[in-house]
């Protein structure tokens, strides 16, 4: 594997999961594979599993881990071409970038949407800016449009308690007080049309996510009859894709909460979420504290998406 950018990276998702399967037995298997390797992590944007989960990969391949936050201690770079850099950044990322990757030898990167144009969203500028300039290999640690290590995580972590085997997994939109990006919601539902499973989507009207990342999902705008014999809610807030309303706050409707009431529909359904999560906004304390709440092993997993993602990356160098 050169870059890991979306599921059309990881190949077939059965031998996917076989090799997460053999990571997660044997974490240390690869120390030799990794040395003298470095990995280089760059944060656009706040983390806490996947800058954690991410550097445990690493080490558990035997690599050395560089961590950089470019907000805080680095210059603040320009990220737009052709202009007159008289403003308040000091470095443009096009010699930041090169300067990076004559550090190590494969790069992660974190870069959200930043809902100021939806086409430079849209066409990932930063990832694609990291992919061209870097020599480098370069894997996403969540961009503008899709989060795919979150998301392999989310599978991995399906496969292991589905009790049936195409289980219905439900995406549903909830309520949150800022406007939080699209990758999340779009790259698990890519990942999931990747699967047999039966997969639909529920949000209020106006949240339609782009039909590229939809495709083959069942979208039901009645949350109860999209709950109805789930067998795993997947929860996530997002602000509104469609034009003009792009990047907007639409609805903090509560209704949408995940909460026991609409949970009793389900087929005694797991509670995902991929976290940082807002308890009473997007999930009531009841769900995410109940047996049924998977959100912990779901974030363990993390280090295991990204464990075989950095190997197939190593084993391509
Ligand atoms: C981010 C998002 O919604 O994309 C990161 C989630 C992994 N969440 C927040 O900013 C709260
Ligand atoms: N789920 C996830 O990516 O969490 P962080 O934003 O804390 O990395």
């Not at 870069?111 to 290999?137: R, W």
């Not at 509104?240 to 529909?265: F, H």
């Amino acid at each position: 594997m050169r870059n890991f950018t979306s599921v059309h990276d990881i190949g077939d998702l059965k031998s996917a999961l076989e090799k997460a399967k053999y990571v997660k037995e044997n974490p240390f298997a690869d120390q030799e594979l990794g040395k003298n390797k470095t990995l280089l992590l760059i944060f656009f944007n706040s983390s806490l599993r996947t800058r954690l989960s991410t550097q445990k990969a690493g080490l558990n391949l035997g690599m050395n881990v560089i961590v950089l936050d470019i907000n805080q201690g680095a210059w603040k770079l320009e990220t737009e071409k052709g202009v007159i850099m008289d403003g308040d950044k000091p470095e443009h990322i096009l010699e930041a970038i090169p300067v990076m990757g004559a550090y190590c030898d494969v790069i992660g990167v974190r870069s959200f949407a930043q809902f100021e144009e939806k086409a430079a969203d849209y066409n990932e500028v930063i990832l694609n800016q990291f992919i061209q300039y870097s020599g480098k290999p370069i894997f996403s640690m969540e961009a503008a449009t899709r989060h795919p290590l979150q998301s392999f995580a989310d599978l991995i972590t399906i496969e292991e308690f589905k009790k049936t085997e195409k289980p219905k997994v439900v995406l549903t939109w909830a309520p949150h007080p800022r406007a939080l990006p699209q990758a999340v919601p779009n790259s698990f539902a890519e990942w999931m049309n990747a699967t047999d499973y039966q997969f639909v989507i529920t949000h209020p009207e106006g949240y339609e996510l782009d039909e590229k990342f939809v495709a083959n999902a069942i979208v039901e705008y009645d949350k109860e009859k999209a709950y109805k014999d789930a067998d795993f809610i997947y929860a996530k807030n997002w602000a509104a894709y469609q034009d003009p309303n792009y990047g907007k706050i639409l609805s903090t409707d509560r209704a949408w909460t995940v909460e026991s009431k609409k949970m009793a529909l389900t087929n005694n359904a797991y509670f995902m979420h991929c976290l940082p999560v807002r308890r009473n906004m997007i999930v009531s304390d009841e769900v995410i504290d109940s047996q049924q709440s998977i959100v912990i092993p779901e974030a363990a997993n993390r280090v295991v998406s990204a464990q075989v993602v950095l190997k197939e990356i190593l084993l391509g160098l």
